[in-house]
């Protein structure tokens, strides 16, 4: 089946198999495996990038059923999108999702962000949990997402609800548009940067966010969210 008769069928179901689902992952061997199992039940092609890890979340992730990509060492979040993203096009895909590891995201919200996609609303579909549910978001967390989205507003001028999502699908067009140069967290901004240059359609779909214990461990730190800022604002001056 052609994109153009996919587009037509309006069904996400129907292109499961030409969807590739890439999942970056630093020292994730407590929850990748799981996720793994999650995604595979509805999705086939899962790519794990193991982002030079030091334990154990390569072969787990392997284990559950995942293509797995390996940095030789920790380039950053954003390096292992864009490696997820480019073996993704080479093999194919036609539409390309990206997911968390560490369990925050649903596996039910990637129909969501297809449909629009596959109806011909839009290229790029960004999940927001501020249109839909962020679960037990602590208000500190909450007030360093709104003020990023603040940010992004003021420098790319993408009139977005959530910047910092790490649920996105792309059309297979829209995905080989994205180059993202700035390996670490800043990635983010960076990307809807290009989302915004890029003359292509967007928009936001609400997902659900659930914030555990582990995920809350993991986040940005107020000193760790001035040097994301800091490092994209460095990142537009040398490009």
Not at 139 to 166: C, M, P, W
Request: glycine share 8%; net charge positive; aromatic share 6%.
């Amino acid at each position: 089946m052609n994109n153009s008769a996919m587009t037509q069928s309006g069904d996400p179901d129907q292109i499961r198999d030409t969807v590739f689902v890439v999942v970056p992952a630093y020292n994730e061997a407590a929850c990748v495996g799981r996720v793994v199992e999650q995604l595979r039940r509805v999705y086939p092609n899962v790519i794990v990038v193991d982002d030079g890890s030091s334990d154990e979340t390569a072969a787990i992730a392997r284990g559950a059923g995942a293509c797995v990509l390996r940095h030789a060492v920790n380039r950053g979040q954003g390096a292992a999108i864009q490696t997820g993203i480019e073996y993704a096009l080479q093999r194919g895909a036609e539409y390309v999702v990206t997911f968390d590891a560490d369990g925050q995201h649903d596996v039910a919200d990637i129909r969501r962000l297809l449909e629009p996609i596959v109806r011909g609303r839009c290229d790029i579909a960004l999940g927001s949990r501020f249109l839909g549910e962020a679960l037990d978001l602590p208000a500190s967390r909450r007030i360093l997402l709104q003020l990023g989205v603040l940010f992004t507003r003021l420098t790319s001028g993408a009139k977005l609800t959530d910047t910092h999502n790490g649920l996105r699908a792309f059309r297979r067009r829209a995905a080989q548009k994205i180059e993202i140069t700035l390996d670490g967290m800043a990635h983010a901004s960076e990307l809807i940067d290009q989302i915004a240059r890029s003359g292509l359609a967007y928009m936001e779909v609400p997902v659900t966010i659930r914030y555990t214990e582990y995920s809350r461990a993991k986040g940005q730190s107020s000193r760790g969210a001035v040097k994301i800022a800091l490092h994209y604002l460095l990142g537009r001056v040398l490009r």
